[in-house]
């Protein structure tokens, strides 16, 4: 997530160099071809305000629909960390709660509540990993039982097998009596909500925005882009000053394509993109608050933007 108020230029360069390359070939032959060749190379400017009209509305769509996504995807992330908060809170009070009843073992409590939190804790890296396509599983294997992470690892939804893990020990804990009474119901409602958040996550991650709209506003684009040079070239003869075609059909492209741009990638907030969601931050601070309600004073690190950027 950019964090800054300004945006290098050089990140914007890597989305858009093929169109603006495009843009400058197109402005060149039309420069060209009106002082080498043949003025003929000018054409009315009625055609491109036209296009450049519809070309804003589909981008207005697009972009819309695109921040809506990543709005979404935020407030997803934010349920999620709330959620875990809750389930952790609940798991470690509910635990101390029966203290004074006969079936508690105190070592068996506490090993079911670090079991479980670190289980939280895994299951949020999980679906982190799972979203962007990562492999980086050091820090997911510090937290399981090696048996645990090995069975993981041959499924095909790691999230989910994490969260019907911690279904199955939460029932193995009301049968042992370190969870009583009506603590399951409680339980089983934070681990809904985080199946509901996870495929939530999935349909962002594999739904995306109808392809007709994609194809078009590119396309569009293109389309103004190649022919908005022998558009200008028409408006700028008559003041005789042709020279402006290049640069001003440059930046109008620079100006359509970035709004393009910006869309397409608002479109996929899961891709660990300086402008994503920051999920890297958002599961460190989960992890963070989780440790320490298992009264853990040695947690790790607090992740800080990098260059003004959040991963």
């Not at 022919?227 to 042709?242: D, H, I, R, V």
Request: glycine content about 6%; proline content about 5%; aromatic content about 12%.
């Amino acid at each position: 997530m950019n964090l800054k108020t300004t945006f290098d230029p050089r990140k914007v360069a890597g989305y858009i160099w093929k169109e603006m390359a495009l843009g400058a070939i197109s402005a060149s032959i039309a420069f060209g071809s009106y002082h080498l060749l043949t003025q003929q190379a000018a054409l009315p400017f009625a055609p491109v305000t036209l296009l450049g009209t519809a070309l804003a509305i589909f981008l207005a769509f697009r972009n819309n629909s695109s921040y809506g996504r990543w709005v979404e995807a935020s407030q997803i992330w934010q349920a999620i960390s709330t959620q875990s908060r809750i389930f952790g809170r609940l798991i470690v009070t509910f635990v101390d709660a029966h203290r004074h009843t006969p079936q508690h073992d105190p070592v068996r409590a506490r090993a079911f509540q670090i079991r479980m939190v670190h289980r939280q804790i895994a299951w949020v890296h999980v679906l982190r990993l799972h979203l962007r396509g990562q492999s980086d599983w050091q820090e997911v294997a510090e937290l399981l039982p090696l048996d645990e992470f090995a069975e993981m690892r041959t499924k095909q939804n790691e999230p989910g097998y994490l969260l019907q893990r911690q279904g199955s020990q939460m029932y193995d804990a009301m049968a042992d009596g370190t969870l009583q009474g009506f603590d399951s119901f409680q339980l089983e409602g934070a681990l809904a909500q985080l199946q509901s958040q996870h495929s939530a996550c999935e349909r962002i991650k594999t739904t995306p925005i109808p392809r007709q709209y994609d194809f078009f506003t590119r396309l569009f684009v293109h389309i103004f882009t190649v022919l908005l040079p022998f558009c200008l070239l028409s408006l700028f003869t008559a003041a005789e000053m042709t020279w402006l075609t290049i640069p001003f059909a440059l930046l109008v492209t620079f100006l359509f394509t970035t709004i393009e741009r910006v869309g397409a990638v608002n479109e996929a907030p899961f891709e660990n993109r300086i402008t994503d969601v920051p999920l890297s931050a958002i599961c460190n601070g989960i992890e963070r608050d989780l440790l320490e309600l298992l009264g853990e004073t040695e947690l790790p690190a607090k992740h800080e933007p990098r260059d003004g950027y959040l991963f």
